[in-house]
C-alpha cells in the first residue's frame, strides 16, 4: 500500500489498511493493516506527530474478538440497551453490539486515529456507533447498561486502574463483558468465565499463532 503525503486520517486509513475480516467474527467487516511496525512508523511520519499510540485500531486483537463473539453469539446480552465499548480500537465490540440488537454503542479510545477507524469500520457495517475520546475513570458512567472491553491487562498499573474502575461501575449496576487471551495482570478473583474461543493470531502481533480467549463477567470480589 503506498503512503500518501496528506495528513487526513480517513485517507491516511483508507491507504493504510484493506477491508477484510476477523478470523472468528466473519460477519463485520474491518479496515486491517497487514503489519504493525511500518504502519506505526508510517503513522507518526504522516500525521506530523511523535509518540503517537501503537496503531491498535488496525488490528483484531484476540481479546476484541472474543469480546465481540459472545456478544453476537448471545443478543441478549446486550438487545435495547446502552452498550459501551471501552478501549475500543478500531471498534469490533460496538459494532458487534449494534448488530446484536443494542439501542446505542459508545466506542470509548484515546487515539484520535481509532475514532475515525472506528466511523469508518462503522459504515462498513452499516451501523452508527458513537465516539468518546477517553472518559473519567473516576466515576461511574451515566446512562450505560453493558460495558465490554477487550485486551486491556496487558500493563499492570492500566490493568490495576481499569479494573478498580470497571469493578465500581459493577457495583454501580452496569454489567461489565470483559475478554482475555492470557496477558500477565488479568485478575486471579472476582471473574465469572461465559465463554472461551481458541484465536488465530499473527506473529507480528503476538508469540504464538493462536491465543485461548476467555470472556468474562466482572464482579466484584468478596472481602
Avoid at 493504510?16 to 486491517?32: F, N, W
Avoid at 453490539?97 to 466511523?119: C, E, F, R, Y
Avoid at 461511574?140 to 465490554?148: F, H, K, L, Q, R
Avoid at 459493577?170 to 461465559?194: C, F, H, K, N, W
Wanted: glycine share 6%; hydrophobic share 50%; aromatic share 6%.
Amino acid at each position: 500500500m503506498t503512503a500518501l503525503p496528506a495528513t487526513d486520517p480517513v485517507e491516511f486509513i483508507r491507504s493504510q489498511t484493506i477491508i477484510a475480516v476477523a478470523p472468528i467474527v466473519p460477519e463485520l467487516m474491518l479496515h486491517l493493516a497487514t503489519e504493525v511496525t511500518p504502519l506505526w512508523q508510517l503513522t507518526e511520519t504522516r500525521m506530523q506527530e511523535k509518540n503517537l499510540p501503537p496503531p491498535f485500531w488496525a488490528f483484531a486483537w484476540p481479546g476484541g474478538q472474543g469480546v465481540a463473539r459472545y456478544v453476537l453469539d448471545h443478543p441478549e446480552s446486550v438487545r435495547g440497551k446502552q452498550v459501551m465499548d471501552f478501549a475500543a480500537g478500531g471498534g469490533i465490540a460496538a459494532l458487534a453490539a449494534m448488530k446484536a440488537g443494542a439501542a446505542h454503542a459508545l466506542a470509548v479510545d484515546i487515539d484520535p486515529l481509532a475514532l475515525t477507524a472506528i466511523q469508518l469500520n462503522a459504515a462498513l457495517n452499516h451501523v452508527a456507533v458513537e465516539n468518546a475520546n477517553g472518559i473519567d475513570l473516576t466515576t461511574v458512567p451515566e446512562g450505560i447498561d453493558v460495558i465490554v472491553a477487550g485486551d486491556i491487562c496487558y500493563q499492570q498499573e492500566m490493568a490495576d486502574r481499569l479494573m478498580r474502575w470497571l469493578r465500581m461501575c459493577v457495583a454501580a449496576g452496569i454489567r461489565v463483558i470483559m475478554a482475555d487471551p492470557g496477558r500477565a495482570y488479568v485478575p486471579q478473583s472476582g471473574l465469572t468465565e461465559l465463554a472461551n474461543y481458541m484465536v488465530p493470531t499473527s506473529l507480528d502481533l503476538e508469540h504464538e499463532d493462536k491465543r485461548h480467549v476467555r470472556v468474562w463477567d466482572v464482579g466484584v470480589p468478596e472481602a
